[in-house]
Every structure is written in C-alpha cells, then in structure tokens.
C-alpha cells in the first residue's frame, strides 16, 4: 500500500474508523496542484497527516468551545462537510483552557501544512458520542452500560482524547526519514514537537488519576489505557509499539518502575510507526 492510494472501505470500528466518514483521504483527491517546490514524495507524506490534523482541530474546538472550523477558520476547511455530532463537553475550567489551547494549536498545524502542500477539503468526520462508545467497546471486547460518553466529563474526554494524538507523533515519528527536503523534515519535526506535548499532557493528567474508577462501569483508568493501546497494538500489526499508563516492571524505564507517564522503547525511545500500520489501525481491519 502506497500513501498515494485513497481508501474507500467502509467504515465501521475503531477510533477515526469510525470517526472519518466515508474515506480516509489522501493526494490522490486533489489535483492540478503545484508540488513543484517540493518532492512528490514529500507532498505524499506531508498530506497524509492533514487527515488526523482535521480530527483533532474539530474535536478540540468543539469540545472547548462549542464550534469548529467552520467558524474560526473556514479557510482550512477547503470546503469539506461540517463534522457530525461534535459538541461541547463538560469540562471543568482547567481541562477547557488546556482544551482550548490544543485547538488552536490544531488550526496552527493545519495551516503549517497548508502552507507546504495544497491539502484537501476537510473529510466528513462523525465526533458523535455514538462514535466513541463503539470504540470503547470495541477495546474491551464487549459493550458498556451506559454506553461510553466522551463529552460527559473532564475524565472521559481526556480518555477520548488519549486515543488521538499518540498515533500522528507515532506517525510523524516514521515519516521524518523518509523525508527528502530539510523544510519538509524541519515542519514535521515541529509538528512532532507539540503532538507530543499534547500528547504527554493527556497521559500526565490522566496518570495522577489512574487508580481511579471511570463511572459507572468499575474499570479505573489505567485499565482503559491499558485496553486502548493494546487494540492499537493489534490492529497495527507491527509489534509492541503502544503502551497503558501502568506497565510491567520489565516494560517499565530501566525495568526499575511501572509507571509510564511517557510511552517508548526499551531505551525510552519513542515508537514509530508507518503510514500502512496507521491505516491498519484507523480502519480497525488489521489489513
């Protein structure tokens, strides 16, 4: 599978499988673009991410503030579809500033692509409460009661937002090689940067709460971390590359803690992974 293929399956479980509707897009959906100024290979790789970039900008500026792209910067949209089901959670007013700040942050990233590459229209996403739930289920294998509800709480939205911004750094981790030109390196590398504070303030946040009891259903948190990575585990097919807030002491920095505020390798190295292992997974078919 190259990046350039546009993937048309339906969509059905499994994070942004359920949450881009009906395709992932890639370059293949645009055309008459002027790539000139960069590699062909590039503009593939650097497209690629727009699609998660997309997911995070509206699901962030919904949940924080109650409205998207459409009305901060329809610009960035290209016209694409005004997402389904986003709305605002119910957040307290420390987890809605840090909410708020990764929004804008989002729309930065679209924006920094843009510049580089001409992009494609915005994919029709479905950010609907419905939609989280399947993907929870589908981690722990079977359905909960009530179903899971990221715009509930402060704890379940950033449960939800623990699913997203770990596979773009994964990502990006695994594009910068293979990158050709050092503007395309240098935008990555900072793109990598910020998902991954992004991504090391959710896990911090929800780490001092990870002996706690998610309501109504009994599981603490680091038990639904711990269910989530290891469904991207198996669906990515690529080895251990995702890891729950509380591992074994073998998995664990040094093999000297089980605490794991951070994920990485046995040298503390972050994982990487490919554009086909990112595909695998958004599309939950392991294929």
Known sequence: MTLTITCTATITTFLISLIFLPKFYSSEDSIDYDYSSIPKSDVDLLEFPLNL??????????????????????????????????????????????????????????????????????????????????????????????????????????????????????????????????DSRRLVAGLLGVESGQDAVIRAYLYEHAQEKVKPYGLTVAEFTHSFSELRDKLGHAGYKDEGLVVPLSKGAEGEVTGNVLAGDEDSVAFDRTAEEILRIVYATGN
């Open 53 to 182: 970039e997309f997911l995070e900008a509206e699901f962030f500026l919904h949940s924080s503030l109650g409205y998207g792209l459409d009305e901060f910067a329809p610009n960035l949209t290209k016209g694409g579809p005004s997402p389904i089901g986003a709305k605002r959670a119910n957040l307290d007013p420390f987890t809605q500033d840090i909410i708020k700040q990764f929004a804008f942050q989002e729309v930065g990233h679209l924006r920094a692509i843009q510049k580089k590459v001409k992009g494609f229209p915005r994919p029709l996403l479905d950010l609907s409460k419905e939609s989280f739930a399947k993907v929870v289920d589908t981690a722990f294998g079977g359905k909960l009661t009530p179903p899971f509800d990221p715009y509930a709480n402060g704890i379940n939205f950033l449960l939800a937002s623990y699913l997203i911004p770990y596979v773009g750094l994964t990502g990006y981790v695994g594009t910068i090689p293979k990158l050709e030109a050092p």
